[in-house]
């Protein structure tokens, strides 16, 4: 009952505090969306991304679709199923942001421990077995991108490295980068936003605003980091960026109400599971004509969906400039703020978040971690969108050349992840690494299927060079050209921390600061 008292008081404590922030403008939503297209995608190709709340929900997306999801990004997320099931229909909110996001000072941290990450992991498992979810084999498929930006005050970084700690129960370990050494707030980091005149763009560090930042690529002078760039590329390999005047695909509109049920499986209004009447889908001109493409689907977080931001997400996140020539459809999903009424009809998600620790459970069905499943409302009703844009049928375009092209998409202070364009008939690759002038060394031989593949235990800022050679069979085809990394230096000690009800970063004890991290 504690639990239950706890969650009703930070619902309208928290609710009070949505209605004094203000900071964001409403934005008109569009009057006429239209429907969702069907177009020629293979859906086993689908992959995923979120920024804060939109990072779990990539997260319990990815889980609970594993057999077609092939790739997840998270920035600024925690790990599957991280709220529990502490209260009545769901996670006690209280714990919830003490565990799951520790940055707020007006809540205890409460570490994620190894009993806790167990009960998760366990979860995962039984769910998978019982066909609430995907069976977890399928993520030792997937590829996964973490990042964290040490100026982070709202989700901590214990929270992000549970995350990675979480998949190296399902994931091998060359499948899953993590990026913490950026000076970065609590935002989308988009190297896209800058092209826009309408003030998109955060500085790196801050926390606030729209919540999309931009932020220097260290060691490239005048180049922007580009998350969207290295997570599509760690997913799909090499891709070619459209400059955002030249974009030729569209953002359409659409209708979110027909892909929408309740817990029944009967037709309910948007609001009743805090998603919004219109979602957002760019698509590139080679997918509207009917060529084979893939999926992604790029989660908002809090406070960005569209009656907050209208497009802005969908428009500066920077999806669309990779997805145009690469033929990736992204699919932009709404939910929206919510307050409770006397009826219980709408759940209480007064920032606009999307469901992560289990508030349309407490509305709807007090079945616990019903959220993270399959059947969680809002998992289904996204899944139903993705069904629809693959409603065409799918099939996977013809790739492959004679010779790999070899690229470096991302670094860390410890790691290297690299991408190459596949070769035909291959039927596996061998990545060499070699430093300070050695000889190469064999690192990895790594299944044909993949594209990509991530080097750990690295030195920081310490430079490496890196080949690939094609097999087949047993014969090595010619190496790819080599590529060179050079390691980022470590991130500093940094401990930031929110305050959610005032909306700005705050001292350990809860005073307002301007300090960041440098």
């Not at 990815?62 to 925690?78: D, E, I, L, N, P």
């Not at 990509?452 to 094609?470: E, H």
Request: proline share 8%; hydrophobic share 40%.
């Amino acid at each position: 009952m504690k639990s239950v008292l706890s969650d009703y008081r930070w619902r309208h404590r928290l609710a009070g505090a949505a209605l004094g922030l203000l900071a964001l403008p409403a934005f008109a939503l569009d009057t006429t969306p239209g429907t969702l297209p069907e177009l020629v995608i293979d859906l086993s190709q689908t992959t995923v991304s979120g920024i804060s709340s939109g990072a779990f929900m990539a997260v319990q997306l990815g889980v609970a679709h594993s057999a077609s999801v092939r790739g997840v990004a998270a920035t600024a997320g925690g790990p599957y199923f991280c709220a529990l099931d502490d209260a009545l229909g769901g996670a006690s909110v209280d714990r919830a942001i003490g565990r799951c996001m520790q940055g707020d000072p007006a809540y205890r941290a409460q570490p994620i421990d190894a009993a806790q990450l167990a009960r998760m992991v366990a979860a995962t498992r039984g769910w998978g077995a019982k066909g609430e979810i995907d069976p977890p084999e399928g993520l030792a498929r997937q590829t996964v991108w973490i990042f964290h930006g040490y100026n982070d005050g709202v989700v901590k970084k214990p929270v992000s490295d549970a995350l990675r700690a979480w998949y190296t129960a399902f994931t091998p370990a060359g499948q899953v980068f993590y990026k913490d050494e950026l000076p970065a707030g609590h935002a989308q980091i988009s190297a896209a936003c800058a092209d826009r005149p309408d003030g998109a763009c955060n500085v790196c560090a801050q926390t606030g605003g729209r919540f999309i930042n931009a932020c220097a690529e260290p060691g490239q002078p005048g180049a922007l980091y580009d998350a969207a760039g290295a997570a599509l590329q760690l997913f799909y390999g090499p891709l070619r960026r459209t400059p955002t005047a030249a974009l030729g695909g569209k953002l359409e509109s659409f209708e979110q109400a027909p892909f929408i049920r309740g817990r029944s499986g009967s037709s309910v209004p948007p609001a009743r599971i805090a998603m919004g009447d219109t979602g957002y889908v760019y698509v590139p001109p080679a997918c509207r004509a009917g060529e084979p493409c893939r999926l992604h689907i790029a989660f908002h977080g809090c406070q960005q969906d569209a009656g907050s931001l209208g497009q802005a997400f969908a428009t500066t996140a920077g999806f669309n400039e990779w997805a145009d020539a690469g033929r990736i459809v992204v699919l932009y999903p709404q939910a929206r703020k919510t307050l409770p009424d006397p009826l219980g009809r709408t759940p209480a998600n007064p920032m606009g978040c999307w469901d992560w620790w289990g508030y349309n459970d407490f509305l709807h069905d007090p079945g616990a971690g019903t959220y993270a499943r399959k059947a969680g409302v809002q998992i289904a009703a996204v899944w139903r969108m993705a069904e629809r844009l693959a409603g065409a049928g799918g099939r996977s375009a013809p790739a492959g050349g004679a010779q790999p092209a070899l690229t470096v998409v991302d670094r860390s202070a410890s790691q290297a992840a690299l991408a190459w364009t596949p070769v035909a008939g291959a039927t596996a690759y061998v990545v060499e690494r070699s430093e300070a002038g050695g000889a190469p060394q064999r690192r990895a031989r790594v299944e044909a299927a993949r594209v990509s593949w991530v080097d750990d235990g690295l030195r920081p800022g310490s430079a490496y060079r890196y080949t690939l050679r094609p097999l087949t069979g047993s014969a090595e085809g010619p190496p790819s050209a080599p590529v060179e990394v050079h390691t980022a230096a470590s991130p500093p000690a940094c401990d930031p921390y929110f305050s959610l009800a005032r909306g700005v970063p705050v001292t350990r004890s809860g005073r307002p600061t301007q300090a960041v991290c440098p």
